[in-house]
């Protein structure tokens, strides 16, 4: 057969890794996936953060072949509950609550720890014959039939298309002058894992704060993740206090439903934020993930919108190389853009709204906002409609989140 | 850093710097999904979907391998710079593609050579061929509409493919639709081809096509129409075949 150009993919991240993954999958041996990122020298990963996979995202992790090593440890959120108060308040009205199921047996979502998922990815990639170099993407020059990408150890490789999944800072949108748009929230997220005397019985719970939004989201063993927002003065001042005093701004918040509570690592503060870049693609590349898009964490949709934008650009390439057109082709890379980019934006306008709508001390929006959960808690289909957005299975859905094969 | 991966044309003494300037223009003309091509981009996947798909169905291969035309040879008459030809190389085919321009060889030539793909180019006319030529696939897509005797043109198309072989042949079909649609609405209004570029008298309509093959002793065995949704800015397979239209002919022993 004739040779078939090589896809580079910069950043070996959630979103870099599955996609890799995904395209072995999809196109066979022919075509070679090499994955560049410096990380890939440092394993095991120790990332103590943990993330909420829906389901659509489970989909894709079970059709690449990861759900199976990460899934026993993955613990499933069986419902949910959402309250809006002021610190102060005694009590913490429910005004929403969800059984998290998206089908018979379904759960909405999940919680994985970081380092277990990427550990996984890793191995699996290997396993699959994605070439893994652990060196950086220093430069590109995009030509109309193919694209050279240089590493740091000074290859270069003639690749008919470059991924950017480079993250939130990502060089290469940089450097393809790619403007973002957005803003920053003077939010931060303090990230801490917790161990509990009672079992969460896989309830997750979001509590609206004035500061903004405080979610418990369970993991397995009586542990669980927070993901807690406060003004970025404030985070910055509570993730330095020393451990007695960071124990009691913690059980103001968390409360003492789950008995007696305690920090199991270091809390960290992580400035939140939300940008879209104005395209997601360039001559021969294409963007993914955190270099596309960071949105505002309230919805725990991050991860999520990176992992539909693998499945939709695995599947417009894959379909394009399965009629021999050249994966890199300008119309190829638009089908993606045009997949991805709007519900992009429509999910940043949603959360920025939500956070908006819950992140103040106004007793009419407070109001507003309580009827309007009231609502949706009391009509059984809108509250069906939001749980499938909310587990990604809403609109066009890219075939590897619909569970199938590509 | 940039690399130079492009090959140096310019380094033969037997090649004129200013044609090969020319003719990357025009490889680069064809190749722009944005330029004057773009109508044929846009129903391309179209096209190659519906070839891939039948040609995989006759010789009993997968169309989810990348290597699935593997072994076949295959003609592309009125090739262009080539935008049929390249993908089904890439899929494995062994392709010869003819144009009786030169600079559309030439064009297709420099493209296939900086994509790494090896087809057979040549610029000449499906008469012109060596008669004892066999082909597994014969591709006569947007070619009919053109020649002046499509009775003697179909008889060489059949002749040239094996008997296990399929024929694969799109063109316009001739109907108030298509005389509305292809000339006044493609040529006059929207612009997306040159006035001149087809003459309506000459479209084909399925029953003459069905006329021409069975006198080879070809039958049709799929057809399909292919139609353009103004609002989503798409083209797509339909029963309609008034306008544009694709059939596959086999061999009816």
């Excluded at chain 2, 009993?60 to 993908?87: K, V």
Aim: one cysteine or more; glycine letters at 8%; charged letters at 25%.
């Amino acid at each position: 057969m004739a040779a078939q150009r090589s896809i580079v993919i910069c950043g070996g991240a959630f979103a870099g890794l599955a996609l890799a993954l995904a395209l072995r999958q999809g196109l066979g041996p022919d075509v070679p996936v090499i994955v560049a990122d410096p990380a890939l020298a440092s394993r095991p990963s120790r990332d103590p953060r943990a993330t909420a996979i829906v389901a659509a995202c489970r989909r894709l992790f079970e059709a690449i072949g990861v759900w199976e090593v990460v899934g026993p440890d993955a613990q499933p959120i069986l419902d949910m509950v959402v309250t809006d108060s002021k610190l102060e308040d005694a009590t913490r009205p429910v005004f929403l609550t969800f059984a998290g199921n998206v089908e018979p047996g379904e759960p909405f979502a999940h919680m994985v720890e970081n380092r277990l998922l990427i550990d996984a990815l890793v191995q699996h990639a290997e396993a699959a014959g994605v070439t893994l170099r652990a060196t950086a993407v220093t430069t590109y020059d995009a030509q109309p039939e193919h694209i050279a990408v240089t590493l740091a150890d000074g290859s270069t490789i003639e690749a008919s298309l470059l991924v950017a999944a480079d993250g939130a800072r990502s060089k290469l949108r940089e450097r393809a002058g790619i403007a973002t748009h957005g803003w920053d929230y003077d939010q931060s997220g303090i990230v801490v894992t917790v161990g509990h005397e009672r079992d969460h019985q896989g309830r997750a719970e979001e509590h609206f704060l004035p500061a903004g939004p405080f979610a418990i989201l369970p993991l397995k063993g009586k542990r669980s993740s927070l993901v807690w927002s406060e003004s970025r003065r404030e985070a910055a001042r509570i993730v330095a206090l020393p451990d007695d005093e960071f124990h009691a701004e913690l059980e103001k918040r968390f409360g003492l439903h789950l008995g007696e509570v305690k920090a199991l690592d270091r809390p960290r503060a992580f400035p939140l934020g939300y940008f879209v870049a104005r395209s997601f693609i360039a001559d021969r590349m294409a963007l993914i993930g955190d270099a596309a898009h960071v949105i505002h964490p309230i919805a725990g949709q991050g991860l999520n919108m990176g992992l539909k934008d693998v499945a939709a650009l695995a599947e417009v390439i894959v379909d394009a190389a399965r009629l021999g057109i050249d994966p890199g082709q300008a119309d190829v890379l638009e089908r993606y853009q045009r997949w991805r980019r709007f519900d992009t934006v429509a999910m940043g306008v949603a959360t920025n709204s939500l956070n908006f709508l819950f992140s103040n001390e106004s007793t009419l929006l407070r109001g507003v906002r309580d009827i309007g959960l009231g609502l949706v808690d009391r009509l059984p289909p809108l509250k069906s409609m939001f749980i499938k957005q909310a587990a990604g299975l809403s609109g066009e859905v890219p075939r590897l989140l619909r569970g199938e094969a590509l | 850093m940039t690399t130079q991966t492009e090959t140096s044309h310019a380094a033969s003494p037997s090649v004129d710097p200013d044609e090969v300037a020319k003719f990357s223009k025009l490889s680069a003309e064809w190749w722009d999904p944005h330029g004057k091509m773009a109508p044929l981009h846009k129903i391309n996947p179209l096209r190659l979907a519906f070839i891939r798909d039948a040609v995989c169905r006759k010789f009993d291969r997968s169309a989810r391998s990348l290597n699935c035309l593997s072994g076949l040879r295959m003609l592309d008459i009125g090739c262009g710079a080539g935008l049929l030809c390249e993908p089904f190389a890439r899929l494995g085919a062994q392709v010869i593609g003819v144009d009786p321009s030169e600079s559309n060889i030439a064009a297709a030539k420099l493209h296939a050579e900086r994509s790494h793909l090896s087809i057979d180019y040549r610029c000449t006319t499906l008469e012109q061929m060596d008669a004892r030529e066999r082909f597994d696939i014969v591709l006569a897509m947007e070619v009919v509409e053109h020649v002046t005797d499509v009775g003697a043109f179909l008889d060489r198309c059949a002749a040239i493919m094996k008997p296990s072989g399929l024929m694969v042949v799109s063109t316009l079909n001739r109907t108030w639709k298509s005389f509305a649609l292809a000339i006044v609405g493609a040529e006059y209004v929207l612009r997306w081809l040159p006035r001149g570029t087809h003459q309506w008298e000459k479209f084909v309509t399925p029953e003459e096509l069905t006329r021409h093959l069975e006198r080879n002793k070809l039958g049709i065995t799929e057809q399909a129409g292919v139609v353009y949704s103004p609002f989503a800015d798409r083209w797509s397979t339909s029963s309609d075949m008034d306008v544009n239209y694709m059939v596959v002919a086999e061999s009816l022993e």
